[in-house]
């Protein structure tokens, strides 16, 4: 009797044990980037809500000048597994979990002839995607190319200590190209 009970109790460390391995493996896995984008909302794309889009550890690079961000193949892979034709969706950026962007939103400019005047992440013809401060970029012959770029900057404003959050942890990781 003595036997069975201490078989008992082992097996149930084992399986406490074992449970909270496999818990930290999860946390592990998830925790392989600080920086994490999840989907909120979409439009023509089926992405679940909160839906891993990317992690910090997908972007090769983000070009300050030309605003060009560069996803690894597997980072490519899960942003073209969703089908494009015109959809967007909302994503958010999270650092250490907090929120960077309250959104940003994700479409194919392919096909895209709305006017974005938010941070927008875009696939754009020339098969590269881009984070920018709106979409398409303002021409000055726009009737009201002042004013759609006053909301922009106000916008890029509302959301610049997350950006600069954003751009500091690239630069940390020497994801940065100038």
Not at 111 to 139: H, M, Q, R, W
């Amino acid at each position: 009797m003595r036997t069975l009970k201490c078989l008992l109790v082992a097996g149930i460390v084992l399986s406490i044990i074992s449970c909270n391995k496999n818990q930290n493996v999860v946390d592990k896995k998830e925790g392989l980037s600080v920086m994490l984008v999840k989907s909120t909302t979409g439009s023509g794309l089926k992405i679940p809500e909160k839906e891993l889009i990317f992690t910090g550890d997908d972007i090769i690079s983000f070009n300050l000048s030309t605003s060009e961000i560069i996803f690894t193949n597997e980072g490519d892979k899960k942003l073209s597994s969703f089908s494009f034709n015109g959809a967007s969706a909302t994503l958010n950026f999270y650092l250490n979990g907090e929120p960077l962007f309250e959104s940003a939103i994700y479409t194919a400019a392919a096909y895209s002839s709305f006017l974005i005047n938010d941070l927008v992440l875009y696939y754009s013809v020339d098969s590269k995607y881009y984070l920018s401060n709106g979409y398409p970029e303002i021409a000055d012959e726009w009737l009201d190319a002042d004013d759609v770029r006053k909301i922009r900057e106000d916008n890029a404003q509302k959301r610049k200590i997350g950006w600069d959050t954003f751009i500091g942890h690239l630069s940390k990781i020497n994801k940065i190209v100038k």
